[in-house]
């Protein structure tokens, strides 16, 4: 099962959990999909088009991102076959790309493996807040482009609310740490570049109290307490960027004296209770969503050339979707996919991976201690007398999370259906091959009727031909050239 979760991906229609009506499990075809067919139809174009010939055109992550996406799901490319144990039912399951951007499936089954795996095992039981923080427009492009000063703004955002909580804790020491993991999103909800921070931060701090941990739980914040560390923030933020030559100074006091935070936004509004871990997976899968719902898509015309987006709020001036052509579409999904090793989402204080404490506040480890109180100890009462820390015996090894080890457990956890039932007879079915070997892979799709050839993209399409239009026809714009001009010069 564990190879499963490793080579295939597939989606369902939907279901019910166990005990009431179950829904059968439907292989996904993407390449009925509109996202598959703007990339198929319109890649290469882009491609060209980007291509500036000084070699600062498109990264070589992101083509790569989309033409894995080409090939996600098509059973042309190989996949595994799952097979009824009772009555001999079998269907195929197409390989997953693992793409980190552009593949709205292997997003979706990151995004409940990330939640499934905080929940159960990361998080503790208790008060969890949502801090959010954007920034001014003129501070995100850095961020975008250089990930190690975006991860020095989260390290001084993260200190400012621990610095809150602290204030608001008078019983805890100095050395009382609180725990949250943070997503960065490089998009909003309206298809654009948006730089900002989700942070689930615990709502107390632990100190490490003789053997064991204690827990100093606070009052929540008001908005005055809110506006301090968003001012903080702003601050400190605009001071570093002076420090590390991003800025001028006369820029940064122009900047503090804007009014309504000078771009400077935080929200802390979204607060989960200790008891509602159904509730805490939901943000966090609010916090580890992909940049488009695939859903939301549809073709404008016959010719593929324009696309419209359902938007999931409306914007400032009451719109509802977004009309886009398909190239700019296409180079607004290149610039959310993330450069390779960094980080989707991080850790800080307590749950951190080196942390003193993380071994006995984590909600693995607090599940642990009910059955084991013995082991509720700080890591630190583990080093020896030389400094040496002490191997952690074979039944101290961390057990895999079922809902990280299992494919099927993760459709489940999402879609409530489980898809390795047999829709004959509803026995359990089992994966027993990987088809990875084209000639076999073209035997056995054709033989059940499936393509087997993978959907050919589509070749660069060439400038349009003004050479061949009549130049006798008198034509006149719609728009003519106005008889001044417009100062075009951007204003901070």
């Excluded at 989309?66 to 269907?91: N, Q, T």
């Excluded at 570049?193 to 204690?214: D, K, P, Q, S």
């Excluded at 583990?382 to 079922?402: F, L, M, Q």
Aim: aromatic share 8%.
């Amino acid at each position: 099962m564990q190879a499963v979760a490793d080579r295939s991906n597939g989606a369902c229609t939907g279901g019910q959990h166990a005990g009431r009506a179950v829904g059968l499990y439907q292989r996904r075809r993407p390449a009925e999909t509109v996202l598959y067919q703007l990339v198929q139809e319109h890649l290469e174009t882009f491609l060209a088009l980007s291509d500036d010939g000084t070699g600062e055109g498109l990264p070589g992550y992101v083509e790569r991102d989309f033409r894995k996406y080409l090939d996600c799901g098509i059973l042309a490319r190989g996949f595994a076959r799952a097979r009824c144990k009772d009555c001999g039912e079998d269907f195929l399951i197409g390989f997953s790309c693992k793409a980190r951007g552009a593949c709205p499936s292997c997003n979706t089954r990151r995004m409940v493996q990330i939640a499934a795996h905080l929940v159960d095992q990361v998080i503790p039981p208790v008060p969890v807040r949502q801090w959010v923080l954007s920034l001014p427009k003129r501070l995100r492009g850095f961020l975008h482009r250089n990930p190690a000063l975006a991860g020095r703004v989260l390290r001084i955002f993260l200190e400012e609310v621990e610095r809150a909580l602290r204030r608001r804790c008078p019983d805890a020491g100095d050395k009382a740490r609180t725990g949250a993991v943070i997503f960065p999103h490089r998009f909003g909800s309206s298809l654009n570049a948006h730089y900002h921070f989700h942070a689930c931060v615990i709502e107390g701090l632990y100190e490490a109290e003789g053997e064991g941990v204690r827990f100093h739980t606070v009052a929540q914040p008001g908005e005055a307490a809110i506006l301090q560390v968003q001012e903080r923030v702003r601050r400190r933020v605009l001071n570093a960027f002076v420090r590390w030559g991003l800025l001028e100074k006369d820029a940064r006091d122009e900047m503090l004296g804007w009014e309504h935070g000078g771009g400077f936004s935080l929200d802390a509004s979204v607060h989960i209770a200790a008891d509602d871990r159904d509730g805490l997976e939901r943000l966090l899968r609010y916090c580890a969503r992909p940049p488009l719902a695939a859903g939301h898509l549809q073709w404008v015309d016959a010719h593929h050339e324009q696309l419209c987006y359902q938007l999931p709020k409306p914007l400032a001036d009451g719109s509802t979707e977004l009309i886009l052509p398909a190239l700019e579409l296409l180079e607004r999904l290149s610039a959310f996919i993330p450069p390779p090793r960094i980080h989707r989402h991080r850790y800080f204080g307590v749950l951190a991976p080196n942390a003193p404490l993380r071994p006995v506040v984590t909600a693995l480890a607090c599940e642990q201690a009910e059955t084991d109180p013995d082991r509720a100890k700080p890591s630190s009462a583990s080093n020896g007398a030389d400094g040496a820390t002490s191997e952690p015996s074979p039944s101290d090894a961390k057990p895999p999370s079922p809902a990280i080890s299992l494919w099927a457990m993760l459709l489940a956890r999402i879609y409530e259906i489980f898809p390795l039932v047999c829709p004959r007879c509803g026995g359990e079915m089992e994966i027993i091959a990987f088809i990875t070997e084209a000639p076999t892979v073209r035997a056995i799709l054709t033989y059940i009727g499936e393509p087997s050839e993978a959907p050919p993209i589509s070749p660069c399409r060439g400038p349009p031909a003004w050479e061949m239009l009549d130049q006798t026809v008198d034509f006149d714009p719609i728009h003519p050239e106005p008889e001044y001009d417009f100062d075009q010069s951007m204003s901070w």
